[in-house]
């Protein structure tokens, strides 16, 4: 089984979509870097005060982070959504699954493969956000607080992953793409729009809503847990509702949530290992 994981581990690096993603990112890191720079500047020559620096500071950040977790979701999605039906189309499936290894052992190898790999790129792209805010733009983290955001940051693109890689066993490549990239912006979008509503008072039809949209794709609720535990819990819950406009987090998702996603993931999973034995190849 270790030598399908280290394939899937060359096969990826292989694409140009990996090449691509990384040049892009390094492009958005220099870029992010040299903009909190700048406006730091601009906030010591104003002189603003430490806690409306503070604020500037964890505004910038969320947004760093919010366009790493883009930049993750679009590096899973054009890197996994044709894994099956892909290499089934150019016969490269066939002759690896010829072999004396059961079918969903192979399946497990490939989900392990790409997630280790898209592990190391969003821990490299959190940590680099992170340190950029920390040392050009001064605000204050907790390693402990860093480290739960992180692995919940981890989480999400592997969640996409395991949607992504399922949807590969049933539909084309192309239309694989197409239909967890909507699903995605979906729940991109009802995390936004929750934060949004937000000021203008409780809404149940709305509440509703935005909970079946977390549980149709959790991808998006375990981002904003991950922020609330990078920033320290409970002190940013507060401060999040009132000053960040879409990116707001009017609530958090709780301890049994989490549960659900890991019951969600293994549950794809089995799906997917399922359907893999049961396809005509």
């Known amino acids: 089984m270790t030598m399908y994981i280290m394939a899937t581990f060359k096969e990826l690096t292989r694409k140009k979509v990996f090449l691509v993603t990384l040049i892009l990112t390094l492009v958005f890191l220099v870029l992010f870097a040299f903009g909190i720079r700048e406006l730091s500047s601009v906030w010591e020559q104003n002189r603003v005060s430490p806690a409306e620096a503070m604020l500037n500071g964890m505004v910038l950040m969320i947004l760093g982070l919010f366009f790493s977790q883009l930049l993750a979701a679009f590096f899973v999605l054009f890197s996994t959504m044709g894994t099956i039906t892909g290499e089934q189309e150019n016969g490269l499936l066939l002759a690896v699954a010829a072999r004396p290894i059961p079918r969903w052992k192979l399946y497990l190898a490939k989900w392990l493969g790409h997630a280790i790999w898209i592990s190391v790129y969003s821990t490299v792209l959190f940590v680099s956000v992170v ?117 707001s987090m009017p609530s958090v998702p709780s301890n049994s949530y989490l549960l659900y996603t890991v019951g969600y993931a293994l549950f794809l999973l089995f799906l997917g290992c399922r359907a893999f034995n049961r396809k005509d190849l």
């Open 131 to 247: 340190w950029v805010a920390n040392s050009l733009a001064g605000l204050p983290v907790l390693i402990s607080d860093l480290l739960r955001g992180a692995v919940l940051f981890l989480w999400m693109p592997l969640l996409l992953l395991t949607l992504t890689m399922l949807g590969s066993v049933y539909l084309p490549m192309l239309g694989n793409g197409i239909c967890s990239a909507l699903l995605y912006g979906f729940a991109l979008f009802s995390g936004l729009v929750e934060g949004v509503s937000s000021y203008g008072g409780n809404h149940p039809a709305l509440d509703k809503f935005f909970l079946l949209t977390g549980l149709l794709l959790p991808t998006d609720s375990v981002y904003r847990r991950s922020l609330y535990e990078a920033f320290g819990g409970a002190d940013f819950a507060g401060l999040a509702t009132s000053d960040m406009g879409p990116f």
